[in-house]
């Protein structure tokens, strides 16, 4: 197996199954990111999309679908081998062959945290059923350890858009509506994933200098996007066409130019974030969350208030009125007061309803 050395990333040309057992330390990976063989005759798939293939990098391999299976289970098994404990993975996958991923997944100890759709523009032209335009994305865990999700990274939790929507729930909710990235007149490879799809897993699910893995390096679009990051990045292809001209364009990519040009979040330390809750602490959010929902305030601004007022971030307070004991707390007080109250709405439209 060829081995090729690019500012101290390791890249190698093979069978990643094989080369993964022989190359990749247990528990050495923080994050696999890896966007694996269609194993539907991929190597005609221009067929479908009607595109012209004079630009497209030759020497791309697919697996048979009768083998599909057991070829999923291999690499899977090393993927799990390979992540540290707390260590994330995220499969790109269309349908097809989901059910052999997932299958594959469910026979290791990693566990589901997400599954994402990606809505792309760019689909399968169709004229006898609806167009095909998402792939899924599979995002899960191993067990053992603290997982990276870095919760501000893209965008502040306090960040509002016009309309007082939150950037940072948008961002996070689970359909992705990222375009994939069209290059008329270059060289690529069969199927690249867009910049913006990898550089979003990548902020989210790693920190600088995390050791960044994908399977089938294919377009060599992850390392990329990981050197960009300031990440480390390894992993494998079997094409020897592929990998070689890859490599040769990986060489000019500089550790961390992409850094310079992510959006900066906004973001608001609560002055008390991190400090224990004192006794006093506790009941004042039991006393001053029923004075405010009893005033007609709804829950959402009720935590609101009680964040500005404690110096605490929401989930902090959600996570405090969610205790038994402040629960406990809170029904004593209220039958003290001989308080009667409705059930408390979300939001004002709840109310209404």
């Known amino acids: 197996m060829r081995r090729e050395e690019v500012d101290s990333n390791i890249f190698y040309n093979g069978d990643c199954i094989a080369g993964a057992r022989a190359h990749i330390p247990d528990g050495s990976v923080d994050l696999i990111v890896t966007d694996p063989p269609y194993g539907i005759n991929g190597d005609r798939l221009h067929q479908h999309y009607n595109r012209d293939e004079a630009f497209v990098v030759g020497g791309y391999v697919e697996v048979a679908a009768s083998s599909y299976g057991e070829f999923s289970r291999d690499w899977i098994r090393e993927s799990e ?158 094409s020897g066409e592929v990998f070689d001209l890859k490599i040769a364009e990986l060489r000019g990519t500089t550790p961390g130019h992409l850094l310079p040009a992510l959006r900066t979040p906004q973001i608001e330390e609560p002055a008390n974030r991190g400090r224990p809750w004192t006794d006093a602490d506790r009941k004042y959010l039991v006393s001053r969350f029923a004075a405010l929902i009893d005033s007609g305030e709804t829950k959402k601004r009720a935590i609101e208030i009680l964040g500005e007022e404690l110096g605490r971030g929401r989930w902090a307070i959600e996570k405090m009125l969610k205790n038994p004991g402040v629960q406990a707390g809170s029904r004593i007080r209220r039958r003290e007061a001989a308080v009667v109250t409705k059930p408390v709405p979300d939001t004002v439209e709840d109310e209404q309803r």
């Open 81 to 238: 081998r390979i992540l540290r404990p707390g260590g994330s993975i995220y499969i790109v996958s269309g349908y097809t062959n989901l059910y052999h991923i997932l299958h594959a997944l469910r026979e290791t100890s990693l566990r589901e945290v997400n599954h994402i759709i990606w809505k792309y523009n760019f689909g399968v032209y169709t004229t006898r059923k609806y167009v095909s335009s998402h792939y899924h994305i599979l995002f899960y865990e191993k067990p053992g350890g603290r997982r990276t999700f870095n919760l501000e990274s893209r965008y502040g939790v306090g960040e509002r858009e016009p309309g007082g929507r939150s950037p940072n729930y948008r961002d996070r909710e689970d359909v992705w509506c990222i375009n994939r990235e069209y290059k008329p007149g270059r060289v690529k490879n069969k199927n690249e994933l867009p910049a913006e799809l990898l550089m979003k897993m990548i902020q989210y699910s790693s920190n600088e200098g995390d050791l960044i893995c994908d399977m089938f390096l294919g377009g060599f679009s992850t390392a990329k996007a990981a050197i960009g990051l300031n990440r480390r990045v390894t992993g494998f292809e079997v």
